[in-house]
């Protein structure tokens, strides 16, 4: 517990000296400041009469629409927006953690106490954790609030989308400590991360891929990487049809199958278990 | 006395990117350092100095051989409990103050909180940096840094000390207060000091014994006094001190060089020697002084690299 407390305590201290962090939440409070400003609701007996948007009139058509089906159609499109920002943002911030722990005469002076190296790897691991967590608890929350102010309506499923958002970062973010364990270098764990990320998104597509190839092993290979690498693209999906709930077509909701998230999971315990042993034989 | 540090048949081929080159760092070196003792490693660039240390910490691994440090192997993390750490060319992050770096240093050693603040101020005061404890440590000075690289290595009150460098850029006074400071750790606290330098002066003014390494292996080893001590050469102060002397001397095969009023002379033994001062009294001449001219450190040092430098040249 101390070797966690001491790595979080490092971690967010380098965040805010380096900016990091300042910088995280800055972006954060933009966005959310934009969010808060540009959108102004006219609500009558618990229906929308009007809205405006960054001050412009929005044509209603005449007719009336329920705000409670307003906010989750825009809670439920937000989300993807959402699930893009965090997880760029959460890279960004945290992918640097083990190239510049392992850099020479700072690695020693982490390793020379009595601490297991897949301890120190995980504890830091955490501490990068906590660090894209509170973002991601800070950009949701505070969305979800000036919403429930501006309207009245509370939509928790918004705020339990966030722990989808967070489990891919997890992933992520697992990914990026085994890139840098591996190469010591924080771009090109940003760069194989982001990658990655596309990768995923890209793979959605594999049913079409690998019937477009044109040999057998081809096909094969592609829904192997398919089940190996992290379904970026359904997890997207997947926090849409959990903040949607069941106001979206059964397309959408099928995405919230235990498969996607499970084999994502897997992954990324993969990756922190090959990076472990990876520091672990590591010299130094 | 106990033995806090124990390296037997240590053995460290680095293999080169490819697999097929192997370099040897260390061909089985054997040394033990006991409680409270003061030790110097000494030896040229890539003798394997940094490499017995980083194996000491775990921080690489030996292809064969065994190491401990306080009884316990050095692969098993609990070996470091009781082991403070200054690397050379140590980075401290930047963006931390003194009181906390010390802080996640202490709390990663295990240290509990309380224990941790009692212990910041005393162990920056010990290293002269206590007016500092609130600055950020971009803005210290490299003897500055320095220093608190040996507070984050003495924050647990450690039994052991492995030590890379640690007068490194320091100036003369802070090297001094260095110096007394690990000899006070060492006999006040029977903390165990391994000090790998360049600076030989630093090791003989410090160590108790050393260890030279030289291609891996310990070319000489013991105390600073049984390694200085072998010279044949004594410092005589007799009168008269005339050239007739000096001719009778050379006649017996001794070198005889005159210096500041006394004579240096090289002897083949100790019987030579004897002869010597047999002739000087037939001259009906006073002996004033007789002491052995002790070679330093370095010339210990230089002399096993330059016999290495010449088997070498020898071999080839």
Known sequence: ?284 | MTTLIEVSGLRKQYTSSFGKAKITALDGIDFQVGEGELFGLLGPNGAGKTTTVKILLGLTHATSGTASVCGLPVNDPESRRRVGYLPEGHKIPNYLTARQALSIFGRMSGMESAQIEKRIPVVLENVRMGQWIDVRIKKFSKGMTQRLGLACALIHSPHVLLLDEPTDGVDPVGRREIRDLLRDEAKVNGTTVLLNSHLLSEIELTCDRVAVLRNGKVAAFGSVEELTRQTASYKMVATPMDESLVASFRETGAGVERVNGHMVLSVTDVEHLNALVDRLRARGGVLCELTPVRSTLEDVFVDLVRADEHTSVGAH
């Open chain 1, 1 to 284: 517990m101390k070797v966690l407390v001491a790595n979080i305590e490092d971690v967010m201290r380098e965040a805010a000296a380096r900016w990091t962090l300042i910088a995280y939440f800055f972006l954060s409070t933009i966005f959310i400041i934009i969010f808060a400003s540009a959108i102004n609701l006219d609500i009558v007996d618990g229906a929308l009469a009007g809205a405006k948007l960054f001050g412009k009139e929005v044509n209603m058509d005449s007719s009336q629409i329920s705000v409670e089906k307003l906010v989750l159609g825009f809670e439920t499109g937000f989300s993807v927006f959402l699930y893009f920002l965090c997880t760029f943002l959460a890279i960004f911030a945290t992918a640097h953690l083990v190239p510049r722990m392992q850099e020479k005469g700072t690695i020693d002076l982490y390793l020379a106490r009595p601490v297991g190296r897949v301890r120190l790897l995980l504890s830091r691991y955490v501490a990068g954790l906590i660090l894209a967590g509170s973002n991601v608890v800070y950009l949701m929350g505070s969305i979800w609030l000036i919403v429930v102010w501006k309207t009245g309506v509370a939509n928790p499923r918004f705020l339990l989308g966030g722990m989808i958002i967070f489990l891919i970062i997890a992933v992520l973010l697992a990914f990026a400590f085994l890139i840098g364990v591996f190469t010591s270098s924080t771009a090109v764990s940003i760069m194989t991360t982001y990658g990655i990320f596309f990768f995923g998104l890209m793979l959605a597509a594999h049913d079409r891929i690998a019937a477009a190839v044109s040999k057998q092993w081809q096909a094969w290979l592609i829904e192997t990487l398919y089940w190996v690498f992290p379904k970026t693209a359904e997890l997207g999906q997947a926090v849409v049809a959990f903040v949607g709930g069941n106001e979206l077509p059964e397309r959408v909701l099928s995405a919230l199958t235990p498969a996607p998230f499970l084999t994502t999971a897997a992954f990324g315990v993969g990756c922190l278990m090959l990076a472990s042993w990876l520091f672990t034989r590591k010299e130094f």
